[in-house]
């Protein structure tokens, strides 16, 4: 079963922050986040292990509730370049597909 | 910095007709990947590869398709007798290690079908 992101879509002025929500039904052992470009290959953004490890980059900020299964992507400052869809990947114990949800459509504007 | 490479970008193909996609991992990557995006839907994941074989494939991985690694650097999947609901956007990815680490994703080859 896919994770479900939310929100759909969301809109916001440059400098303004967002939150991006993905939840799991499955018990997980990681979330991964990517953000993608129209017609572009999804970029790594971050990933939230279970156990509280984290990679990823250094502006970017992620946090992994292991007891609800849930992870949030905060964008903070928003810059024009984050205009994009953000999907998250989930990993179960069992392999190392990502699963991903359906995406959320973020659109930074000046 | 390394990247996934795949080729071709676009394929156009009739039905039934059979195709190879070609993908180049990073090159010290162990773990390889293929996922596909039909036109504004999401990444859905197809097969991951691991020590020359299948570890992990999902429902949509069906007899249609096939993986090989031929050699030492192209990772390639097969799609036999192309359907019209095979266009999509496919995806390569590679990571290190597996569990965990993170997928890096190749460009990708939008496969049409007519």
């Known amino acids: 079963q896919q994770p479900v992101q939310s929100p759909q879509a969301v809109i916001l002025r440059e400098g303004e922050d967002a939150v991006i929500n993905c939840s799991s039904s499955?018990?997980?052992?990681?979330v991964h986040w990517y953000r993608q470009k129209h017609g572009e290959a999804p970029v790594f953004l971050m990933i939230l292990l279970k156990g509280g490890e984290q990679k990823g980059h250094d502006k970017i900020s992620a946090s992994f509730n292991e007891k609800k299964q849930q992870s949030s992507l905060y964008l903070t400052a928003s810059q024009l370049s984050y205009s994009g869809t953000y999907f998250c990947?989930?990993?179960?114990?069992?392999?190392?597909?990502?699963?991903f949800g359906k995406g959320t459509s973020l659109l930074v504007t000046p | 910095e390394p990247e996934v490479t795949q080729t071709p970008s676009h394929q156009v193909t009739q039905m039934g007709q059979e195709v190879i996609l070609r993908c180049v991992p990073i090159?010290?990557?162990?773990?390889f990947y293929w996922y596909r995006q039909i036109l504004g839907q999401k990444v859905e994941f197809l097969v991951s590869f691991y020590n020359n074989e299948i570890s992990e494939k999902s429902e949509i991985f069906d007899d249609q398709f096939s993986v090989e690694r031929p050699d030492g650097s192209n990772f390639t999947l097969k799609i036999r007798s192309t359907k019209l609901e095979d266009s999509a956007m496919y995806f390569c990815?590679?990571?290190?290690?597996?569990?965990?680490?993170?997928?890096?994703f190749g460009p990708g080859t939008r496969l049409t079908v007519t």
């Open positions: 990815a590679s990571s290190q290690q597996g569990n965990g680490d993170e997928q890096y």
């Open positions: 499955k018990a997980l052992y990681s």
């Open positions: 990947g989930t990993e179960t114990d069992s392999g190392y597909a990502l699963n």
């Open positions: 090159s010290n990557h162990l773990y």
